[in-house]
């Protein structure tokens, strides 16, 4: 069946070599190159059931009375885009699955994302040829994170609201431009003239996705270009790759891949409740809930706000807003060294030559601690800002997390750093499992001069 | 007929009468009652007077049956240590025994016990006030949280009275709303609001995850939907062979 | 020793799609199992309509499709022994940098074009970005509609009476005839017991009877300050205080909104409050000092 739709395609187009020769592209097998192809999964889900719920929503600040059925609000005014949010949630066949479906694909996605690049800076993918795209997947990270806050920030509710509220001071927070940076995105002092909903409506719907199809293609391209990576192995050589071919071995893998991917998602939007917006009521200027948290892959953010000393100076006449320290420069700085990575490991490891066959991260013991360490320096915020319900789950005073956690901020990363780097070589020098799926025997050097087997080796 | 109505009439006044008198009396053995317990259980921190002891336990005098049914009701009151935050636990005194600590209570002055009924509030109005006012603390859905220096409780356990008390009493870190700020429709209204969304939530998305928000979402995005997806790509990839 | 290996498979043109037979039951199974959970979504969305069902049918669908495929991939002959090699990497020839390097001759011709080149291309650019400037205006930031002589009123819409308050309590307020959606407009209301009270110099009169007023949106990120900490009994620790649910800046109600804990930098605006004749509070002046958030680039 498949020889005649290529020979169909190759009647029309001539092109008969170049199907062929993807489809004899050969695949690594390893898991963990599925990981990339998760967040592809999770990306596919979120456009088939973005593109379902804009045809209910509406990106409207414009306010009047409530009159679904969710009694609490009976009467009540509300804007559009938070009516519209009710009623696809609880006036419309599958509104709310393919709602919660949508979220939950959302923090997959961006879950996904993370494994990979783990997966990717553990075993130095990143090198030569292959730092371009490199690039291209921090920069799909960022556009994915600033997506999926846009995205929950559509619904005007009072969770979302404060965190918009929260980004205002960000953006008015950014040193020289501050000032005019957040009324110039919010049309005005924050609430603004209410644009700032069509504008993050475009954001979500258009102009982001756009950019990362288009990053996603480049990515897929340039890998295919210059062929997967592979781990070391019987037969695996800097010069080519082992393993299944597209058609039909990795094609069909592949495809239930995505279904299952798209299957837990459908399974978690109808089961597992996300974002209540009916329960958290419109968003007010003057209320507040207890408690308010970003989704996930904000939460290094909110722990940064909090974790923050009260500075908030006035260097040479202009204020410097505090919220400028953890909103702004912290982040700037993580993805500037998750861009700079290749060029940093290139500099510290002073290997310039290009590399096709991946190291196991115990076999570079440097990198592998760096990594963890840096992740460590990531990750503690994400504890800082769960402080509070850590507080109430485990009697842990809020102040004493703030005090203990900005120690941590620092030392962590250091004692993460050392631990990993004694533990790489340890597992090096030990011989354990010298090569994948490599069965030969480990031999070591008598005093003698002989060599015999180690014991306790295949 | 009219002899059969005055002895009627003369029953019923007995019968109120004597009713009377059994609750004046069974008053005042309540009260005396309250004051033995009070004795034998509160008085180390409160003083033998209910006067308060320094360092210790303020005093009882003018806080009344509100402030008493509520810390005793709840378990909140006794509190093993003078500094500690109180916090809803199970009773410590039996109904019986907390009604007499009450009404001992009560006669040293302050506000009664005040009246509620869920069913007179508004459910739209009940959810605005708590939004201004109390969700800050208590959280939108009422599950509780965060002040500087104090958790805030949960309200899923709360019964109207209790709301009630609370609201009009302030206890331990709360701010107070007195009946000229919060009137007794509001009262209710606001009890109405707390006792549906705490016991009968509309979670028409199914599992409520506890109402805590994006913090446990992200933790099954990660532990379930990652946990579950790493296994079937474990599945799928490099066999062992 | 070494056991003897398989030898890895050769660029083979076509490929034969051979399976393992009983992997082949087993996807046939969930694949049908797969349908009939189909059918229970369709029948779910036509019947019930409940987001539970529905999920739970197109989800495990999907889950079976998916396991289907992958039960079935995994018998093909053939996986894991195929071979691809990489294209050689080009002998070194001339760079394609070298062919923009100019003979030296033409250097100044070729020095006034690049450098013409990229004056255009830098114009280009900034033309491309400059419109961005028409998103929205430059407006003064931190003000506020409160002023002399402006009435409290609640979010109904009525004048606030200062006698409604007990001690301990607090309210939310706007400026009479304002937006209440500004961030200048609302304001928190807090009555706590006046010998507490602990103003800095200046201030001795801004608050009616224990009753004082402070804006209502977080210095630090533009919150509401939502929480009122307030102790049952006086002397007792923590003290008064307004805190914000976002960061949890804390504000020392007692002493002119001043910082006692959190990020914020600085301490909340306060309004001075007076009493009309019928009781109902005012504005005595305006805010102490602008509201919200700071902005980068000026002397907040």
Redesign the interface.
């Known amino acids: 069946m498949i020889d005649r739709l290529v020979d169909a395609v190759d009647e029309r187009t001539g092109r008969s070599r170049l199907v062929r020769k993807a489809l004899r592209y050969v695949f690594p097998d390893h898991w963990s190159f599925l990981l990339g192809e998760i967040a592809l999964y999770s990306f596919v889900v979120l456009v088939a059931t973005g593109i379902y719920l804009a045809l209910f929503f509406e990106p409207s600040l414009t306010r009047h009375a409530y009159q679904g059925s969710y009694t609490p609000l009976q009467g009540r005014e509300v804007s559009e885009a938070y009516r519209s949010t009710l009623d696809l949630s609880f006036h419309v066949k599958a509104g709310l699955l393919m709602r919660q479906t949508h979220h939950w694909a959302a923090l997959v996605f961006i879950a996904a994302i993370l494994c990979h690049l783990l997966r990717i800076l553990l075993t130095g993918a990143f090198r030569r040829p292959r730092e371009p795209n490199h690039l291209i997947g921090g920069a799909m990270l960022s556009l994915a994170i600033l997506e999926g806050f846009a995205g929950y920030s559509l619904p005007d509710d009072l969770l979302s609201g404060m965190g918009l509220a929260i980004a205002y001071s960000v953006a008015l927070s950014v040193p020289v431009v501050g000032e005019r940076l957040g009324p110039l995105l919010w049309s005005g002092e924050y609430p603004g003239s209410g644009v700032i909903e069509s504008r993050l409506y475009l954001l979500h719907v258009l102009i982001i996705p756009l950019i990362l199809a288009g990053l996603i293609a480049i990515h897929l391209m340039m890998i295919a270009l210059l062929k997967h990576t592979q781990f070391a192995g019987p037969g695996r050589t800097e010069r080519n790759v082992v393993g299944t071919r597209l058609w039909p071995g990795y094609a069909l893998r592949s495809l239930g891949l995505m279904a299952v991917v798209a299957g837990v998602l459908l399974l978690l939007g109808g089961l597992v409740q996300i974002n209540p917006v009916w329960q958290y009521g419109p968003y007010d200027v003057a209320a507040a809930s207890n408690g308010v948290q970003p989704d996930w892959y904000m939460g290094w953010l909110i722990g940064a706000l909090r974790l923050m000393p009260a500075v908030e100076p006035t260097v040479l006449g202009v204020t410097v807003p505090n919220p400028f320290f953890g909103g702004v420069l912290f982040p700037a700085v993580a993805f500037g060294v998750l861009f700079a990575w290749p060029f940093l490991d290139r500099m510290v490891s002073r290997d310039r030559s290009p590399h096709h066959l991946l190291e196991r991260p115990r076999d570079a013991p440097v990198r592998t601690a760096a990594v963890l360490g840096f992740a460590t320096w990531v990750i503690v915020p994400f504890l800082a800002g769960a402080s509070d319900r850590i507080f109430v789950s485990f009697d842990v005073g809020y102040e004493l997390q703030v005090t203990v956690m900005r120690v941590a901020w620092v030392v962590a990363p250091a004692v993460v750093f050392l631990i990993a780097l004694r533990v790489c070589r340890r597992l090096r020098s030990s011989g354990e499992r010298p090569l994948r799926g490599w069965d030969g025997t480990v031999l070591e050097r008598s005093e003698s001069g002989g060599f015999r087997p180690r014991a306790g080796r295949e | 007929m009219l002899r059969r109505s005055l002895a009627a009439l003369v029953s019923v006044a007995l019968l109120a009468a004597a009713s009377a008198a059994t609750v004046h009396a069974a008053g005042q053995a309540d009260i005396d009652r309250g004051r033995t317990l009070f004795a034998e259980r509160c008085s180390s921190c409160h003083g033998a007077d209910a006067m308060g002891v320094q360092h210790q336990g303020?005093s009882l005098i003018g806080v009344g049956a509100l402030a008493a049914d509520f810390e005793l009701s709840t378990g909140r009151m006794p509190l093993a240590a003078p500094?500690l935050q109180p916090i809803r636990s199970d009773p410590s005194f039996s109904g019986a025994d907390i009604r007499r600590l009450v009404a001992y209570i009560a006669s040293l002055g302050g506000p009664a016990i005040p009246s509620v009924d869920p069913s007179r509030g508004s459910?739209?109005e009940?959810?605005?006030l708590f939004?201004?006012?109390c969700?800050?603390?208590?959280?939108?859905?009422g599950?509780?949280?965060?002040?500087?220096?104090?958790?805030?409780p949960a309200l899923d356990q709360a019964t109207p009275t209790q709301i009630a008390e609370a609201v009009r009493?302030?206890?331990?870190?709360?701010?107070?709303?007195?009946p000229?700020?919060l009137d007794q429709h509001q009262l209710d209204s606001i009890a109405l609001?707390v006792t549906?969304?705490t016991r009968h939530?509309?979670?028409?998305?199914?599992?409520?995850?506890g109402?805590?928000?994006?913090?446990p979402?992200?933790?099954?995005?990660?532990l379930?939907?990652?946990g579950?997806?790493?296994v079937?790509?474990?599945?799928?990839?490099?066999?062992a062979? | 020793m070494t056991r003897p290996r398989a030898p890895l498979e050769p660029e083979d043109p076509r490929q034969e799609v051979t399976g393992d037979p009983a992997r082949e039951l087993v996807s046939a199974v969930l694949l049908v199992a797969a349908a009939v959970a189909a059918a229970g979504f369709v029948a779910a969305y036509l019947l019930s309509g409940d987001t539970q069902l529905m999920g739970l049918a197109i989800g495990a669908g999907f889950v079976l499709l998916g396991l289907a495929l992958i039960v079935f991939a995994a018998g093909l002959a053939g996986e894991g022994r195929a071979v691809e090699e990489r294209p050689l990497p080009e002998p070194v020839q001339p760079s394609a940098g070298e062919i923009v390097t100019a003979p030296a001759s033409a250097i100044t011709r070729r020095r006034l074009l690049a450098g013409a080149a990229g004056l255009a291309g830098a114009s280009l650019g900034a033309t491309a970005i400059v419109p961005l400037a028409s998103l929205g205006p430059a407006p003064a930031l931190g003000r506020s509609a409160w002023r002399e002589g402006r009435r409290l009123v609640d979010d109904a819409g009525r004048p606030v009476k200062a006698e409604i308050m007990e001690t301990g309590s607090f309210l939310t307020a706007f400026p009479e005839g304002a937006s209440k959606e500004a961030l200048g407009s609302p304001l928190i209301v807090v009555r706590i017991a006046p010998s507490m009270l602990n103003p800095p110099p200046g201030r001795e009169d801004w608050a009616v009877d224990g009753i004082l007023a402070f804006s209502k949106i977080c210095t630090h990120a533009g919150c509401a300050v939502a929480m009122l900490r307030y102790p049952l009994f006086p002397d007792r620790e923590p003290g008064p205080a307004l805190v914000c649910p976002c960061h949890y800046s804390t504000f020392d109600v007692t002493r002119a909104g001043e910082v006692l804990f959190g990020p914020a930098g600085r301490q909340l605006p306060q309004l001075p409050l007076r009493l009309r004749a019928d009781g109902t509070l005012e504005a005595a002046g305006p805010m102490s000092g602008p509201v919200g958030p700071a902005a980068g680039g000026v002397d907040w």
């Open positions: 303020p500094n459910m739209l009940g959810r605005d939004a201004l006012q969700a800050g603390c208590h959280q939108i859905s599950a509780g949280g965060v002040v500087t220096g104090a958790t805030v009493l302030g206890p331990y870190l709360m701010p107070r709303f007195g000229e700020q609001y549906q969304t939530p509309d979670d028409a998305g199914g599992l409520p995850l109402h805590l928000g994006p913090i979402e992200g933790m099954v995005a990660w379930v939907a990652m579950a997806l790493l079937v790509a474990r599945m799928t990839g490099e066999r062979s």
